[in-house]
């Protein structure tokens, strides 16, 4: 019931899965291949009804990539956590030194609802001699998946010959090449992440 000098209103909050942070990306503490540890981290989710601090992640591996099937992940991978409140980071322990596996963290609201951050691979590797990256000192090297195609790239930063840089290598399937479709300004005794 009303007053005469205010109008009643009535609305609906849709109750959807959370949103992944960070578009969803994993970070690693190690990409070595023969690590028996690491530590994943990735930035909390948001929801649309659940508080950001009442919201669940589980973490999952496998040896097998099941894209973002969140039932699959759940059905056929291996749980190493149990559903933990609040948190941002997680350590794997007594992993198999020669096993390549991928990771995935997934998020659960209060309602049941389930999100999944992009699956991280971990993997053995070969030097790739053939590659050719701009020589720098005073640098920096992250890598990610900017181009969302399921492999790493690079992202470099330093002191080159010609200067200050900042440059994007992009993995192709077996090499890189440098992606000159954007530019960014060249750093130096700096970090990138």
């Known amino acids: 019931a009303g007053s005469s000098f205010s109008d009643e209103y009535s609305f609906t909050v849709t109750d959807v899965a959370p949103i992944p942070g960070n578009m969803g990306l994993l970070s690693a503490s190690t990409y070595y291949h023969l690590a028996s540890e690491v ?13 950001t601090n009442q919201l669940e992640y589980r973490i999952y591996n496998s040896t097998v990539f099941y894209g973002n099937n969140i039932k699959a992940w759940e059905s056929f991978s291996t749980a190493k956590s149990d ?11 007594n992993l198999h030194e020669t096993t390549d596996y ?20 971990m993997s053995g590797y070969t ?3 053939d590659i ?13 998946d900017y181009d969302n195609d399921g492999d790493l790239d690079i992202l ?10 900042a440059k994007v290598y992009r993995n192709t399937g077996g090499s890189f090449s440098e992606d000159t479709g954007f530019s960014l300004t060249g750093v130096s005794s700096s970090s990138v992440a």
Do not use: C, H
């Open 39 to 51: 530590t994943l981290s990735w930035t909390v989710a948001s929801d649309a009804v659940s508080l």
């Open 83 to 93: 559903w933990m409140i609040n948190t941002n980071a997680y350590t794997l322990s």
């Open 102 to 121: 991928y990771f995935v963290v997934i998020v659960r609201d209060e309602s049941g609802n389930k999100a999944i951050y992009e699956p991280l691979y």
């Open 127 to 129: 030097e790739m001699a």
């Open 132 to 144: 050719s990256l701009t020589g720098v000192s005073q640098g920096s090297v992250a890598f990610g």
């Open 156 to 165: 470099l930063t330093g002191s080159s010959s010609s200067g200050r840089i």
